[in-house]
Every structure is written in C-alpha cells, then in structure tokens.
C-alpha cells in the first residue's frame, strides 16, 4: 500500500520551547488515522505541520512522496485541512460559499460538477440556500466538511472535527469520513472523543506532551493493555507516563 504520509523525527519549536519532540510515523492510503493526547499535547502542531502553514523546526514530512518544507506547493493540491476553528463566509448561503470556494480549484463544468458534490456532502437540504449565519454548529460544521472533500484531495486533515456536536450530527460525520475513505481518501485527525477513534479509525497515535508514546490499531491496542476500551488504554498509558517522571 502507498505511504500518504511519512512524518520522520519531526520537531517543533515556539521560541525556545520545544511542542514537538521527534514525531515518527506513516499513514498509509486510504487508512483514517487517529491523534489522541490531553490539552496542549501537540496534536494542532503537527496536523498544522502537515497542512504546511507551520514550518518544521528539524525533521521531515512527506504527503505522496513529496516534501512538505520543499514542495509545499505540490502538498497542498493533495491535502485539505479542516482547522478545529473554521468558518465560513456568514453573509453568503451555503450554496454561494460552496461555489466561492470552488472557483479557487475549477471552472465550467467542473466547477459546478464539484458544488453539486459539496452540496450532497453537506446534505442541508433546502438549508443549503439559507445564509450561513443562521447554521447551527452542525450544519455550519457539514458545509465545512463539504468545503474540504469535494475538490477530492488526496489526504484529509481534520482538526477535532465533531467537537461540540450533537450525538446525531457527531455520527453522521462519521459517516461521511468513512465514506471518503471507503472511495480512497487518507484521513488524518485529532479528536478528544475516545468512543469515535475507537468506532472510526484503522490506527491511533498518542502524543504526550509532544512525544508519540502509543501508535498502534484500536482493538490490538486493548488486547495489549488488557483494557476494555481505548479510553482505558488511553488512562493506563498516560498515568504510567506520570509515574515514571
Ligand atoms: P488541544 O487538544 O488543547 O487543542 P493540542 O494537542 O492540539 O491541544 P497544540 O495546540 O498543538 O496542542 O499545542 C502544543 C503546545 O504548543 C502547547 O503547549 C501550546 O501552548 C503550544 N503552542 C501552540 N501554538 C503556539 C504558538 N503559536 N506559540 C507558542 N506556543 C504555542
């Protein structure tokens, strides 16, 4: 299977602080990776890395074979990046900011080929022609997602993408994300909801105060700690950290 994404000793600094100690990992295509760690752990860090707006400090990342710090410009016609932050143009509706957003990647047919996908991702119904500014935070969040998959990139990432979400919308984001990965989209996100990695990704990662600590597949993950779930494996790993400091 094809490497989407090779993060080689990444470091990173703010200042003379160090948030990132030498992260390594790959995810492979297709795969939905998951970033666990508690508040201020790194995982913002190095999805921004990823993204390219962060500049690496020492170390290397690589998306499709091509270098993050070299060819940035190459990696962002492959990437999305959905910030845990992100909004939308309130005055326009959810249609017109689909086709605002589609302008910067197409044009004729394509373009509109592109907005009607972005439309039936978001799936707001007759919403979809209502003005942002009267979204509640799921709807804003679907047109959002819609935003990042319909220019079809070839990596996804996605910073705490159901944060504040209710138990319906949470879930049928879900959804979507293992569907643009069942069609061949390499997911990378951070999340602090343990019962979703767990339900949704192929392989975690848990940074702890900027170190990759635990990496590993959810289920293999529990047999190892002999825990019930990825939240108790989450616990046992971290304590133990504690204990050992
Ligand atoms: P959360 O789960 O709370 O979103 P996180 O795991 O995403 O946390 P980061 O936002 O990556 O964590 O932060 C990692 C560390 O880097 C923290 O100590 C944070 O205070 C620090 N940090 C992040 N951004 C900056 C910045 N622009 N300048 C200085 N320090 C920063």
Do not use: W
Not at 14 to 43: D, M, W
Not at 87 to 111: C, H, M, Q, S, V
Not at 204 to 219: A, M, Q, W, Y
């Amino acid at each position: 299977m094809t490497d989407a994404l090779v993060l080689d000793d990444v470091h990173k600094s703010y200042g003379n602080r160090e948030a990132v100690h030498g992260i390594s990992l790959t995810v492979k295509e297709g795969e939905i990776f998951g970033l666990i760690g508690h508040n201020g752990a790194g995982k913002t860090t190095t999805l921004r890395m990823i993204s390219t707006l962060l500049r690496i400090t020492s170390g290397s990342i690589q998306v499709y074979g091509y270098d993050v710090a070299k060819e940035p410009d190459k990696v962002r016609e492959l990437i999305s990046y959905l910030p845990e932050d992100a909004g939308a143009y309130k005055d326009l509706t959810g249609r017109r900011y689909l086709e605002f957003i589609a302008n910067f990647f197409a044009t004729g047919a394509e373009k509109d080929a592109m907005v009607q996908k972005g439309i039936e991702l978001a799936d707001l119904g007759d919403r979809i022609d209502s003005k942002v500014d009267t979204y509640s935070k799921g709807m804003m969040r679907r047109l959002l997602i819609a935003r990042a998959i319909m220019p079809s990139p070839k990596l996804a990432i996605m910073d705490e993408v159901t944060s504040g979400l209710d138990v319906i919308n949470a879930f049928e984001i879900r959804e979507i994300i293992r569907s643009i990965a069942a069609s061949g989209v390499t997911v990378i996100m951070s999340s602090h909801n343990m019962f979703e990695v767990e339900m949704l990704c192929d392989r975690v990662g848990l940074i702890d105060h900027g170190n990759l600590v635990l990496l590993g597949n959810p289920e293999e993950l529990k047999n190892q700690y002999g825990a019930k779930s990825l939240e108790e494996v989450f616990v046992k790993v971290i304590k133990g950290a504690e204990g050992s400091q």
